[in-house]
């Protein structure tokens, strides 16, 4: 397991935030591995803050074992090793996230059925809350984990599959093994920090940037039949949207490319 995941952020709001600076430079790859960083005065003078905060947030970049100290040397990036990130368009979002599926493995951390808690409820568009299954998974490429999901479906459509089903294969082929005929969802995406359970799931720093997706998939009769919120490693996953110039003169402008693919894992 990462290292990341016993390390916490460091304390005080302007050391967390060179501390997520440094680190999103260094995951990213614009900090290269062996690559020297600036001074503790250069990076106080950059950032806008203290000496001491800065060693704040170079300790806790040691203990994750991104950066090494060296008394005379100065400090170095210990960049992690690259990962394969996948990449979604995401005009094609979902007919992709039904392949990366099929060739990532998952781990079943929680399993159980609940009342829908209030937001479900109101996403899924029922009246009064309703039994569902929950099930929290972590889905990962050669073992590093990218995804942490969590999935609420309506009971009486979960029983049709069990709790080694959904630890071996991929959501949607159970629901419609089930007889479920889905025709659509609607899906946001936007970011959030990564909490402790997360985080130790996905092997990141607590208080480290995820994607965040939540969709909701309907049937035929427009009954949702599944409720997805999912959390995404940046450093292992992003979204492409190609776009199009259209228009003429002044009323020219950027249009999405519908239809355009890009799933490859790079």
């Known amino acids: 397991m990462n290292r990341q995941n016993d390390v916490s952020l460091p304390e005080g709001t302007k050391a967390r935030g060179v501390y997520l ?25 950059s950032h806008g803050v203290s000496r001491v905060t800065v060693r704040k947030a170079l ?26 990130r996948t990449a979604m368009n995401f005009n094609t979002l979902m007919p992709q996230l039904v392949e990366m599926g099929n060739k990532t493995t998952a781990r079943l951390l929680s399993f159980a059925y ?15 809350p309703q039994m569902v299954q929950v099930a929290t998974r972590v889905r990962q490429v050669d073992e590093t984990p990218f995804s942490h999901l969590t999935t609420y479906v309506p009971a009486h459509i979960a029983e049709n599959y069990s709790e080694n089903d959904l630890a071996t294969q991929p959501l949607f082929s159970l629901l ?9 969802a609607h899906q946001t995406v936007s970011a959030t920090l990564a909490g402790p ?24 009769d427009g009954s949702g039949v599944e409720y997805l919120s999912a959390l995404y490693r940046p450093d292992m996953f992003r979204l492409e949207m190609p776009l199009t110039r259209v228009g003429q003169q002044n009323e020219r402008h950027w249009e999405p490319a519908i239809g355009q693919m890009n799933g490859d894992v790079q």
């Open 176 to 184: 419609e093994r089930s007889g479920v005929q889905i025709v659509n």
């Open 114 to 128: 609940e009342t829908s808690p209030d937001y479900v409820t109101r996403a899924m568009g029922w009246d009064t």
């Open 197 to 220: 359970e997360v985080a130790l799931a996905l092997g990141v720093a607590v208080g480290s940037a995820l994607l965040s997706l939540d969709r909701v998939v309907r049937d035929v």
């Open 59 to 84: 300790d806790v970049l040691a203990d994750a074992g991104l950066i090494k100290r060296r008394a005379g040397s100065g400090t170095t990036v210990c960049a992690p090793a690259d990962h394969q």
């Open 21 to 45: 600076a440094l680190r999103d430079q260094i995951m990213s790859g614009r900090l290269s591995d062996g690559e020297t960083l600036p001074t503790e005065q250069r990076l106080a003078e």
